[in-house]
Each structure stands twice: as C-alpha cells, then as structure tokens.
C-alpha cells in the first residue's frame, strides 16, 4: 500500500520565512546587476558588438521563457487535473509509448535549437572572421594579459602602455590577445567580449567603442589569486583626443626642477623601481626595447620563481595621466600611491611585487618581516610625487634627467636613470654584476676587444658576451643613442 506522507508537501514555516526574508535582499542585489546603468552590466551597452550580443540574449532568454511557461503549465495542469481523487488503488490509464507524441517532443525541441544555433553561430563567425573592410581605419592593439594586470602595445603606433586602454569612438579596434602566463579572458561587458587569452595560442576579437567614456573591463577566466582584482579600463575618445593621446606618448615629461621632490623621486625610482617598471618609453627605439625588456623580466622570472629579484611589470610611461592604480582597483592620487608602495598586498592580494622586488627584502635578501619597503616615508612620497608628475612635457626636453646637450652629457646621470636598478657602482650584485673596477675588468674580457670597445659591446648586445656566474637577462640597451652611450663608457671606466 503506497501512500503518500504529509512531510511530501510541507507546509511554509517559521523557518522557510525566515530564509525568504534573508533570501530576498540578495536577490534583490544580484538582480541589480542586471541594471543597464551597472558599470559592467551588458544590457546597457556601448558599441555594435556588445549590443549584438545583448539583442541575441534576450532572443534566447524569451525563447526559453517560453518554454517554461509551456512546461511548467503543462506540469502544473497535469498535477492538478489528474491528481489521485479517492482511496481506490487502480492505476490510471497508461500511455506508454505514443509514437506520435515521442516524435513531437523530438522535433519540436530540435526547431528550437536550430533556431538557436543559426544567429549564435552567425555572431561568432562575424566576430573571429575579424573586421569587415567597409568599417574604416582598423586600430590594432596587442593586448597581454599577465599576472595580475594587462599590457597594451599598439604595434603601428609603437606606443606601450597597462591597464588603461584607449581607442578612438566609432572606429573598428582589432586585437590580438595574448598571455605571457596563466589562462585569462579579455572582457569590456558594455563594448564586447569575452575571449581567452591563452599562453602560446593568439586568440583575436574586434570591437567599436560607440560612445566617448570611460568604461570598465575585467578578466573573465579564473586565473589565480588576484582574478577578481584584474581589471582595466577602456578609455573611448575622439579621433582627436586619441590623436592627442598618442602624440603625448611620444613625448617625454619635462625633466624635474632640481633639488624638488621630483628630481628625488626620479633618482629613487630609478634606483628602486626601474628593473621591473619601465616609465620612459616615449622615445624611437623605445617601444621595442620594452617588448625586449619584457621579455627579459619574463625570462628573470621564470628563471627562479621564488627568489627571482625581477618579474614582468606595467610600463608607467606618463603615468601621472592615468586614472587608475593597481589595475584598475583604485583611483590614482598621491594618497592611494604611497599606500600602494607602502603595502601593495593590502590593496591587491598576489601582487608579485611585494613578493620579487628588491626594495621589500633586507640586503641579505631576505623579506623584510614588516612587509614594506626599505624606505623612508619621505622617500615613499617622493616617488609618488615624481610618477604622479610624469605627463607629455612641453615636447623640448628629453627623456631623462641628464643635458640634451650633445657633448656635455652626464654619464653619470645616464647611469642613474638607466642602470641603477640592476647594477650598482659597487662590488655588490643586484640584479646584474657591480660595476665598481669595470673598466680594468674589461680590457682582458674579450681578446680582440678594447675597454671602450667591450662595455659598449656589453651594453648594445649584452648576450655577445656574458659574465660567468650571470644568466643573460639584459636586453639590448642601444636605444640610449652614440652620444649617451658614449657618456656611459666614459662614466664607467671611473668606477674604482
Ligand atoms: Cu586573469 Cu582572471
């Protein structure tokens, strides 16, 4: 005797109340995100691509929708008119195997799938056919997703920059999307998305950036600790504003006042900062000497994950003029930048510069047990003040702090704000050998070769010949031009 147990049904209690009162705020809160005003909804969307895809979801939500309505009401109907009316135990009527009604409930779904399928595939192909040419100029970027933060190079432009992308409103922007390590995934929720970026394999998408704004992008693939703390910005412009922003990445700050914050913020980060943050890449050469760079921290890295002194960093050229701090998660300002110097894990949780970079370790190499740099908090500021004050300059100054002036150049300060962050005018490594005595050391180096002839060698082609003991993580440096690579061999040959 089968029947059937009250507890089948229950009825609402206290508790089921209590849990639907809880319940219904966050619901109330994930349903917010559906707003079209969320920074990151896709339903409030501004460009072609990012609205294809909206108009495709709802074709598809309202199908299903439908669906619903047509299964559940048929469910409910049959629960409800053929319910058990009395005691009697005879089973009802059994329809097993109707043909006909096995065929339509076949065929009708397999329509419905089909019609699914024909528009999703169609917008899928019009997306990795690439940009059609009756759009316009193609802008292309690279964009490289890294631990934890993104690159972007625009080869035909050669400019380098991280975390805050810029295109030009209404024109088609092709990318090629790469990652230097894990799996990640390029999302603009309001302009298109997403695609992986996946090590070793290019992935492509093309978007249009439809309305002038800044808006929000985010890695959309689980790739670690920091995914959540992943983010970008996409900064639409008009073609002149872009213009105007390409041209300023072209053009170096003006060299700070000396004996300002800046000028000692300079000399700091220079000496600190520069072997993973590269902030001067406004000058020909530059942008493939960054690529090359990159490429050596990535190297340096990989080489030691664990006590490597060097990792793969955000190119903070003009940095001052960026909005954001840390990809994306903060607003750049004096304050927020010192804080992030100060503790950068605080702000973003798996940073690798905490872990990797010389400033947070004690001369013996070890962590420094409080976590935070080895600097005064004036020092701290001072950098802060000087990347806060790199802009596009007034075009006639140079990209580093030494004179212009062709034949009375400062070798010394070339060094400064070139070398210090792997070598030291010492007999100390840090990244690279101390240099104190090289010019002794490098009349013997190679045979054939002089001094001046060897550490100019060393620093044009630093893997022509390497010191034992080092893995060649130097990229070419010959970007610096005859004249100040001349000053640097001079300079050089004094150290004692
Ligand atoms: Cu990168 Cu998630």
């Known amino acids: 005797m089968f029947r059937v147990s009250k507890s089948f049904f229950p009825l609402p209690s206290a508790r089921t109340g209590t849990a639907a009162l809880l319940l219904a705020p966050v619901a109330i809160a994930l349903l917010a995100a559906c707003s079209p005003d969320n920074l990151q909804s896709t339903f409030g969307t501004a460009g072609p691509i990012a609205e294809d895809q909206a108009n495709l979801f709802k074709f598809i939500f309202w199908i299903a929708a439908v669906v619903f309505v047509l299964v559940e009401g048929a469910v409910i109907f049959a629960a409800i008119r053929y319910r058990r009316r009395s005691d009697s135990d005879k089973l009802p009527y059994q329809t097993h195997g109707n043909t006909k009604l096995e065929i339509t409930w076949t065929i009708v779904p397999a329509i419905i799938l089909i019609g699914v399928a024909i528009p999703t595939l169609a917008q899928i192909w019009g997306q990795q056919s690439g940009v059609p040419d009756d759009l316009g100029e193609v802008l292309n970027v690279e964009a490289i997703g890294h631990q934890w933060w993104f690159e972007f190079r625009y080869p035909d432009h050669e400019v380098i920059t991280a975390n805050e992308l810029h295109i030009p409103v209404g024109r088609p922007v092709s990318f090629r999307l790469e990652s230097q390590d894990v799996v990640h995934s390029f999302w603009v929720p309001k302009i298109a998305g997403k695609v ?6 290019d992935n492509f998408m093309w978007m249009i950036g439809s309305e002038v704004g800044t808006f929000y992008g985010q890695c959309a693939e689980f790739c670690g600790i920091a995914h959540a703390h992943m983010r970008f910005r996409v900064i639409v412009q008009t073609e002149e504003d872009f213009q105007a922003w390409l041209d300023g990445m072209h ?29 001067n890449s406004t000058s020909p050469g530059s942008y493939a000497q960054e690529i090359n760079t990159q490429q050596a921290r990535w190297n340096g890295w990989i080489s030691d994950t664990e006590n490597s002194l060097i990792v793969s960093a955000p190119n903070l050229t003009n940095f001052g003029d960026h909005i954001t701090l840390g990809a994306g998660l903060k607003d750049l300002n004096q304050d927020s930048l010192v804080a992030w110097i100060t503790d950068p894990s605080s702000i973003k949780i798996g940073t690798r510069m905490q872990k990797h970079a010389a400033i947070y370790r004690t001369p013996d190499g070890e962590l420094r047990p409080d976590g935070k740099p080895g600097l005064s908090e004036s020092e701290i500021s001072d950098i802060a003040t000087y990347l806060l004050s790199l802009k596009p300059g007034s075009g006639s100054g140079d990209d580093t702090a030494d004179s212009p002036d062709s034949g009375s150049i400062d070798g010394a300060a070339v060094f400064a704000t070139n070398c210090t962050g792997c070598h030291s005018t010492g007999d100390d490594t840090k990244i690279g050998p101390g240099l104190a005595g090289v010019g002794e050391r490098a009349a013997s180096r190679v045979q054939g070769l002089s001094a001046d002839e060897y550490i100019e060698q060393s620093i044009r082609e630093p893997s022509a010949s390497i010191v034992p003991g080092f893995n060649n993580l130097m990229p070419p440096w010959g970007h610096l031009g005859d004249d100040k690579i001349d000053a640097l061999v001079t300079y050089l040959k004094t150290l004692k």
Not at 256 to 262: D, F, I, K, M, R
Request: proline share 14%.
């Open 251 to 279: 053009t170096a700050p003006d060299a700070p006042a000396p004996g300002s914050p800046e000028a000692a913020g300079q000399q700091l980060f220079a000496a600190n900062c520069s072997t993973c943050h590269t902030n």
């Open 196 to 201: 992986d970026m996946v090590p070793l394999n």
